[in-house]
């Protein structure tokens, strides 16, 4: 119940594609949703983040779509560029024990 | 740079030795996180400290410890060593529980 299920393993897009993870989650306690961006040898950025409240949440290229009855979020990146490529990990928590849960992390890699 | 900073950015150590790892959290943050990354395990969440109390516990053998301090930075101590303990060591800090966490750029262990 405290897993979060990450997919596609990897992503191939074109440049100006539309790159498109997924995750679900079973625990309904989560109440916080982030997107975390990886770059080699780099730790975890978060990129962008939604609360259950909303179902999509627009940052720059990066939107977040949260789907709460079916209990699955994405990260769409628009217009996907070749300094996209890094590996993305969804993740989820609930405030009163705090820790992120992450997914197993999706490799993106945008060729131009 | 997210503004948390571990020390050192690479370990290299034998099996059955003890290291300490350190992470200085941004200016302000309470909440301290340990994770651990590998290949096969993604990031998993290792222990939680805010304000120099443990807060929650994760998959965190018992060879491994950790500790805040009065001023917030926080050590992770891996004792015994083995082979399998080689990975990425992350350390994360948020304001209060529930908020966003920023993660340190990791010390790279490797257990020959």
């Known amino acids: 119940q405290q897993q979060v299920k990450q997919s596609p393993q990897s992503l191939i897009v074109q440049k100006g594609g539309i790159s498109i993870i997924n995750c679900a989650y079973e625990n309904t306690a989560f109440d916080y949703f982030p997107w975390y961006q990886q770059f080699p040898g780099k730790g975890p950025a978060l990129l962008i983040a939604i609360r259950p409240d909303v179902s999509e949440k627009k940052e720059g290229r990066f939107t977040i779509s949260f789907n709460k009855s079916a209990k699955q979020f994405s990260l769409h990146i628009m217009d996907s560029q070749p300094g996209d490529s890094a590996t993305y990990f969804c993740?989820?928590?609930?405030?009163?024990?705090?820790?992120?849960?992450f997914g197993t992390g999706t490799r993106l890699q945008v060729f131009p | 740079d997210s503004g948390v900073t571990q020390t050192p950015k690479h370990l290299i150590t034998a099996t059955g030795q003890r290291v300490t790892l350190r992470c200085s959290p941004r200016s302000g943050d309470l909440s301290v996180y340990w994770y651990q990354q590998s290949l096969d395990q993604g990031l998993q969440f290792l222990i939680q400290y805010y304000n120099g109390e443990e807060r929650a516990k994760g998959n965190i053998l018992e060879r491994f410890s950790a500790q805040q301090f009065p001023d917030l930075h926080s050590e992770l101590n891996l004792s015994s060593l083995e082979l399998g303990d080689s990975a990425l060591y992350f350390c994360a800090s948020s304001v209060v529980w529930g908020s966003e966490a920023f993660f340190g750029q990791g010390t790279r262990l490797t257990v020959v």
């Open positions: 993740a989820a928590s609930k405030d009163n024990t705090d820790k992120l849960i």
